[in-house]
């Protein structure tokens, strides 16, 4: 929830209050890439916080390939991968998925994929909502529907941030 905090000023004998919005609860989290050995270096940040139109996402995003790509709130789960018979690190499965955030979109120009800053509002959730779960992104695009446009789910995670509790 967002709290007003006032300051008085002085001018010429007469006093004015003066309003800085300030913001009760925040989040903020690092994005780390992922791929089928583990989860790999930082290559941006989400911060987040609650407004009268929803939760308002600052999403600063470098190094996924150009396209759309699904981004959501998963239940926990982390970003941790797990190694089964010797091959590759696949995710832990989550918990639960919490829900479909606003769609990512790559774009590029002549050198390539360019970096994304954006500010995104989630209308449906909230800062506490974040708390102990999982930002996910994936390589493909989101059709806002119960049957999935990649055969089997959502298709490959390519990004993941696990908030604190």
Same mark, same amino acid.
């Given at each position: 929830?967002?709290?007003?905090?006032?300051?008085a000023?002085?001018?010429?004998? #007469?006093v004015?209050? *003066?309003?800085?919005?300030?913001?009760?609860?925040?989040?903020?989290?690092?994005?780390?890439?992922?791929?089928?050995?583990?989860?790999?270096?930082?290559?941006g #940040?989400? @911060?987040?916080? $609650?407004? #009268?139109?929803?939760?308002?996402?600052?999403?600063?995003?470098?190094g996924?390939?150009?396209?759309?790509? @699904?981004?959501?709130? $998963? %239940?926990?789960?982390g970003? %941790?991968?797990?190694?089964?018979?010797?091959?590759?690190?696949?995710?832990?499965?989550?918990?639960?998925?919490?829900?479909?955030?606003?769609?990512?979109?790559?774009?590029?120009?002549? $050198?390539?994929? *360019?970096?994304?800053? @954006?500010?995104?509002?989630a209308? +449906?959730?909230?800062?506490?909502?974040? @708390?102990?779960?999982?930002?996910?992104?994936?390589?493909t #695009?989101?059709?806002?529907? +119960?049957?999935?446009?990649?055969?089997?789910?959502?298709?490959?995670?390519?990004?993941?941030?696990?908030?604190?509790?």
């Amino acid at each position: 929830m967002r709290k007003g905090v006032l300051a008085a000023a002085a001018v010429g004998g #007469s006093v004015f209050l *003066l309003g800085q919005p300030a913001f009760a609860d925040e989040v903020q989290v690092e994005i780390h890439a992922v791929d089928a050995w583990g989860v790999g270096p930082v290559i941006g #940040s989400v @911060k987040g916080h $609650d407004s #009268s139109d929803g939760l308002v996402l600052e999403v600063v995003l470098t190094g996924l390939l150009p396209g759309a790509h @699904k981004f959501y709130l $998963d %239940e926990g789960g982390g970003c %941790e991968t797990t190694q089964s018979g010797g091959g590759p690190l696949v995710p832990v499965a989550a918990v639960g998925h919490r829900g479909a955030l606003p769609q990512i979109d790559i774009l590029t120009d002549e $050198d390539g994929a *360019l970096p994304y800053r @954006k500010v995104l509002v989630a209308r +449906d959730f909230t800062v506490a909502a974040m @708390k102990g779960g999982t930002l996910t992104i994936v390589g493909t #695009s989101d059709n806002y529907r +119960d049957e999935p446009t990649v055969p089997f789910g959502a298709g490959r995670r390519v990004a993941c941030g696990a908030m604190a509790p």
